[in-house]
């Protein structure tokens, strides 16, 4: 229901309740009021009317008794009695003729016992016998006055009958015939009855049924016509002549309408009195009031609504507004305001609404903002998930790959262990001393050879100290160089010692000692393998003695032809002529190759002998390659080669023997510009190369330095490039376009990069040139 309509309806009842409820008791107390204001009326409207026929029969009894009580009457009828006469009959009829004619009366006549006639002032009457006449029988006993008869004409008479008595002895009847009139003037007279009111007067019949004894206000013939029967209870003229006096509310008269009545009872003459009126004329005030009450209810009701229409309209106005307001903004319009001026509640709410809606926006501002912050929040962390589940991939990848390699390592272990048993047997039985040692020297393991080299027990070196048995004291350095070999350098100690066995004899051993390093690089064993090389050295001594014999005895006459070839050839034993120089020259030339081919013999024999060690030092490669260049300028000016240097900036000392570095950069050197046209260039470089990085198709496994020599000379063709570093080989290109090398070279280059530890490679094309390369590691460990 609209507030509209609520208002209004509210202001309705508040006003037409109140008022509804007064009417309402005004209209009972007003029926009330009517209610006992009529019974009081009618009451004493019907008792007037009895007291005022009790007066009239009163007047009419008076009559009657006039000749009744007439002691000449009563007198003259006995004496008629006695004597029948005419003359006894004419002084009845003399007496009764005057009176006759004054008082109303229409006709007076007297009967004897037995009805007849006797006396009249109506002739017509004179000798009828009225012995059955009812009023004759009444008239018998008493006077009375209760019968009422019609005649012909419709006009009503009252018989006063009565007995006439004398001397106690009742002689005849005496009848007074009046008119009704006074009796209808009675029942006639409305006054106090209003319009509908009446007074009736009805006689008790047999069964007490009621007659009307008049004519009504509705009934002109009603008088002795209309009866009312007993059985008819609601009817008041049925309680009239049951002698009841009240007054009665819900009765109905002989039309069947609705009256107030009030009763009264005559019993001298059995007559009934009803003196009533009709409802709808007691209450018109009522319903007048009733009225009136509905129409001020329906002004007042109208006027209400009017009121209440105007007053919703000021109260609903405004929260309309309110109303249609909030349904916006409930609808998302958040940009909207209020007016409303008025200074009452729905003001307030509307200031408050307006308050709101700027709290509102703030907080979707706020919200806004909260919600970009939390978006990016939210898209960052879904970053981050991506990340992590694509780290956690990798994680997952990883730990696969790591399950790979555990099983790899897996098997690679059970084949090492089977390797190492097999490895053990194979040590037991190898002629040379081997012993393994923990990390602080001692013993763990030692082979059956021990006994054999030393004569000491291999249980009996177990837990000891490596050597601590046959230990024959080396110098000093020895030990230091040993032990910085392998335990700071992590490398292999390659050398020999002197022992001394169980029997006391010096012996001389080949040592070689290698640290065993887990993945981290700690040291975890030394295997130490021991080769008693006593006899070797023996001959090797005579071998050394032999090939320093014969290369001092080859040098030393070759030192000597050279010297004299190149006096020769600088014009000291005169001028030579052009042929002599050139034979002088290829005289000098060969001799110098032969010194070359001799050095190359001396190195080889070292090398091979194992003699030649290395001896780590920290060492500046440019220098190296400087001092190597300085010493080939000369033949590259003679094959006019530009020479180019180009060294990375800062090159770090590298530990390496320095020697043999140089040896092998020389070969680098001389065959680049051996190889090499004239007018050639040659690009000489070093750099440093960080571990894991790849440098000409090689993979550096520490971080390392690089030494490349690089020329635009013939090239090596590719068909012999898997033999280049074979002994004594040499390209057909290369003995071309220089017949005078040995192919010793490289050969020697690759032993020594194997000692110092390191590779050795190179990238050729036939006919556009060469580059060498080897790769030290700066540390000098050897490179697995
Ligand atoms: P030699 O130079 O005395 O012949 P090497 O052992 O130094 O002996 O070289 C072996 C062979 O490798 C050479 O004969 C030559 O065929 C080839 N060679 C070496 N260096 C080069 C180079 N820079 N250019 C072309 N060929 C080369």
């Given at each position: 229901?609209?507030?509209?309509?609520?208002?209004?309806?509210?202001?309705?009842?508040?006003?037409?309740?109140?008022?509804?409820?007064?009417?309402?008791?005004?209209?009972?107390?007003?029926?009330?009021?009517?209610?006992?204001?009529?019974y009081?009326?009618?009451?004493?409207?019907?008792?007037?009317?009895?007291n005022?026929?009790?007066?009239?029969?009163?007047?009419?009894?008076?009559?009657?008794?006039?000749?009744?009580k007439?002691?000449?009457?009563?007198a003259?009828?006995?004496?008629y009695?006695?004597?029948?006469?005419?003359?006894?009959?004419?002084?009845?009829?003399?007496?009764?003729?005057?009176?006759?004619?004054?008082?109303?009366?229409?006709?007076?006549?007297?009967?004897?016992?037995d009805?007849?006639?006797?006396?009249?002032?109506?002739?017509?009457?004179?000798?009828t016998?009225?012995e059955?006449?009812?009023?004759?029988?009444?008239?018998?006993?008493?006077?009375?006055e209760?019968?009422?008869?019609?005649?012909a004409?419709?006009?009503?008479?009252?018989?006063?009958?009565?007995?006439?008595?004398?001397?106690?002895?009742?002689?005849?009847?005496?009848?007074?015939?009046?008119?009704?009139?006074?009796?209808?003037?009675?029942?006639?007279?409305?006054?106090?009855?209003?319009?509908?009111?009446?007074?009736?007067?009805?006689?008790?019949?047999?069964?007490n049924?009621?007659?009307?004894?008049?004519?009504?206000?509705?009934?002109?013939?009603?008088?002795?016509?209309?009866?009312?029967?007993a059985?008819?209870?609601?009817?008041?003229?049925?309680?009239?002549?049951?002698?009841?006096?009240?007054?009665?509310n819900?009765?109905?008269?002989?039309?069947?309408?609705?009256v107030?009545?009030?009763?009264r009872y005559?019993p001298?003459?059995?007559?009934?009195?009803v003196?009533?009126?009709?409802?709808?004329?007691?209450?018109?005030?009522?319903?007048?009031?009733?009225?009136l009450?509905f129409?001020?209810?329906?002004?007042?009701?109208?006027?209400?609504?009017?009121?209440?229409?105007s007053?919703?309209?000021?109260?609903?106005?405004p929260?309309?507004?309110?109303?249609?307001?909030?349904?916006?903004?409930?609808?998302?319009?958040?940009?909207?305001?209020?007016?409303?001026?008025?200074?009452?509640?729905v003001g307030?709410?509307?200031?408050?609404?307006?308050?709101?809606?700027?709290r509102?926006?703030?907080?979707?501002?706020?919200?806004?903002?909260?919600?970009?912050?939390?978006?990016?929040?939210?898209?960052?962390?879904?970053?981050?998930?991506?990340?992590?589940?694509?780290?956690?991939?990798?994680?997952?990848?990883?730990?696969?790959?790591?399950?790979?390699?555990?099983?790899?390592?897996?098997?690679?272990?059970?084949?090492?262990?089977?390797d190492?048993?097999?490895f053990?047997?194979?040590?037991?039985?190898?002629?040379d001393?081997?012993?393994?040692?923990?990390?602080?020297?001692?013993?763990?393991?030692?082979?059956?050879?021990?006994?054999?080299?030393?004569?000491?027990?291999?249980?009996?070196?177990?837990?000891k100290?490596?050597?601590?048995?046959?230990?024959?004291?080396?110098?000093?350095?020895?030990?230091?160089?040993?032990?910085?070999?392998?335990?700071?350098?992590?490398?292999?100690?390659i050398?020999?010692?002197?022992?001394?066995?169980?029997?006391?004899?010096?012996?001389?051993a080949m040592?070689?000692?290698?640290?065993?390093?887990?993945?981290?690089?700690?040291?975890?064993?030394f295997?130490?393998?021991?080769?008693d090389?006593?006899?070797?050295?023996?001959?090797d001594?005579?071998?050394?003695?032999?090939i320093?014999?014969?290369?001092?005895?080859?040098?030393?006459?070759?030192?000597?032809?050279?010297?004299?070839?190149e006096?020769?050839?600088?014009?000291?034993?005169?001028?030579?002529?052009?042929?002599?120089?050139?034979?002088?020259?290829?005289?000098?030339?060969?001799?110098?190759q032969?010194?070359?081919?001799?050095?190359?013999?001396?190195?080889?024999?070292?090398?091979?002998?194992?003699?030649?060690?290395?001896?780590?030092?920290?060492?500046?490669l440019?220098?190296?390659?400087?001092?190597v260049?300085?010493?080939?300028h000369?033949?590259?000016?003679?094959?006019?080669?530009?020479?180019?240097?180009?060294?990375?900036?800062?090159?770090?000392?590298?530990?390496?023997?320095?020697?043999?570095?140089?040896?092998?950069?020389?070969?680098?050197?001389?065959?680049?510009?051996?190889y090499?046209?004239?007018?050639?260039?040659?690009?000489?470089?070093?750099?440093?190369?960080?571990?894991?990085?790849?440098?000409?198709?090689?993979?550096?496994?520490?971080d390392s330095?690089l030494?490349?020599?690089?020329?635009?000379?013939i090239?090596?063709?590719?068909?012999?490039?898997?033999?280049?570093?074979?002994?004594?080989?040499?390209?057909?290109?290369a003995?071309?376009?220089?017949?005078?090398?040995?192919?010793?070279g490289?050969?020697?280059?690759?032993?020594?990069?194997?000692?110092?530890?390191?590779?050795?490679?190179?990238?050729?094309?036939?006919?556009?040139?060469?580059?060498f390369?080897?790769?030290?590691?700066?540390?000098?460990?050897?490179?697995?």
């Amino acid at each position: 229901m609209k507030l509209n309509t609520k208002i209004v309806l509210t202001i309705l009842q508040v006003s037409l309740i109140p008022w509804a409820l007064g009417g309402f008791l005004a209209y009972l107390s007003s029926q009330e009021q009517i209610n006992s204001q009529t019974y009081s009326n009618l009451d004493a409207i019907a008792a007037i009317q009895k007291n005022r026929l009790q007066d009239t029969l009163q007047n009419k009894l008076d009559i009657l008794q006039l000749f009744t009580k007439s002691p000449w009457l009563t007198a003259y009828v006995r004496d008629y009695n006695a004597q029948p006469t005419l003359a006894n009959k004419k002084r009845i009829q003399d007496l009764i003729e005057a009176p006759g004619r004054s008082l109303g009366i229409k006709k007076l006549f007297v009967m004897t016992l037995d009805g007849a006639v006797i006396a009249s002032t109506d002739s017509a009457l004179l000798g009828t016998d009225k012995e059955n006449e009812d009023y004759f029988k009444r008239g018998v006993l008493a006077n009375d006055e209760s019968i009422l008869e019609k005649d012909a004409a419709g006009i009503v008479s009252q018989y006063l009958v009565g007995p006439l008595i004398s001397n106690g002895k009742t002689e005849g009847v005496m009848a007074v015939v009046t008119d009704a009139n006074d009796i209808v003037d009675v029942a006639h007279d409305f006054t106090g009855l209003g319009k509908t009111g009446e007074t009736l007067i009805v006689q008790k019949m047999s069964g007490n049924n009621a007659l009307f004894l008049t004519s009504t206000r509705y009934d002109p013939s009603a008088a002795l016509e209309r009866v009312v029967t007993a059985d008819k209870t609601n009817v008041p003229s049925v309680h009239a002549v049951a002698g009841e006096e009240a007054v009665f509310n819900n009765v109905v008269d002989y039309r069947g309408v609705k009256v107030f009545a009030a009763t009264r009872y005559i019993p001298s003459v059995g007559w009934g009195i009803v003196v009533k009126i009709d409802k709808s004329e007691a209450f018109a005030p009522v319903v007048r009031l009733r009225e009136l009450f509905f129409f001020i209810i329906a002004m007042v009701g109208v006027l209400m609504v009017f009121i209440g229409i105007s007053m919703s309209r000021s109260i609903t106005g405004p929260i309309n507004k309110v109303t249609e307001f909030a349904s916006k903004i409930s609808q998302g319009a958040t940009q909207q305001s209020i007016v409303v001026t008025s200074k009452d509640e729905v003001g307030i709410l509307a200031a408050t609404l307006n308050t709101m809606i700027e709290r509102l926006q703030d907080a979707y501002a706020t919200l806004e903002k909260k919600v970009l912050e939390r978006t990016k929040a939210l898209t960052e962390k879904t970053e981050e998930a991506k990340n992590s589940e694509k780290a956690a991939l990798n994680i997952a990848a990883d730990l696969k790959t790591e399950e790979e390699k555990l099983a790899e390592e897996k098997t690679r272990a059970e084949s090492l262990a089977n390797d190492l048993k097999k490895f053990k047997l194979a040590l037991d039985d190898t002629s040379d001393q081997v012993i393994i040692s923990d990390p602080e020297g001692m013993v763990v393991y030692a082979n059956a050879a021990v006994e054999r080299i030393t004569g000491y027990r291999a249980e009996d070196a177990l837990g000891k100290k490596a050597g601590a048995l046959w230990k024959q004291p080396m110098p000093k350095e020895y030990y230091q160089n040993f032990w910085h070999t392998i335990k700071d350098l992590k490398t292999t100690f390659i050398g020999e010692i002197q022992n001394k066995r169980k029997n006391g004899e010096i012996y001389t051993a080949m040592i070689n000692v290698s640290p065993v390093m887990d993945d981290a690089g700690n040291i975890i064993f030394f295997v130490g393998l021991e080769r008693d090389i006593t006899r070797e050295k023996e001959i090797d001594t005579a071998k050394s003695e032999f090939i320093s014999l014969a290369s001092h005895q080859l040098r030393t006459p070759l030192t000597v032809v050279n010297w004299y070839a190149e006096m020769l050839l600088d014009d000291d034993a005169g001028k030579l002529n052009k042929k002599q120089k050139e034979y002088f020259d290829e005289i000098y030339q060969a001799g110098r190759q032969m010194n070359e081919i001799i050095k190359s013999f001396l190195h080889i024999l070292r090398i091979e002998s194992g003699t030649q060690t290395k001896n780590l030092v920290s060492t500046d490669l440019t220098l190296v390659a400087k001092s190597v260049l300085a010493e080939l300028h000369l033949n590259a000016e003679k094959k006019d080669i530009r020479v180019i240097e180009r060294y990375q900036k800062s090159i770090p000392a590298v530990t390496t023997d320095a020697d043999l570095v140089r040896v092998i950069t020389q070969n680098f050197v001389s065959n680049a510009i051996k190889y090499s046209s004239k007018g050639g260039q040659i690009l000489v470089a070093l750099e440093t190369v960080d571990k894991g990085s790849v440098v000409a198709g090689k993979t550096a496994h520490a971080d390392s330095l690089l030494v490349s020599v690089q020329d635009n000379g013939i090239g090596i063709p590719a068909a012999d490039q898997d033999k280049i570093f074979t002994k004594f080989f040499r390209s057909e290109n290369a003995k071309k376009l220089d017949p005078n090398g040995n192919g010793l070279g490289l050969y020697m280059s690759q032993i020594m990069v194997d000692i110092i530890g390191g590779s050795i490679w190179f990238i050729s094309k036939e006919g556009k040139g060469t580059t060498f390369y080897v790769m030290l590691p700066m540390d000098g460990k050897r490179l697995v």
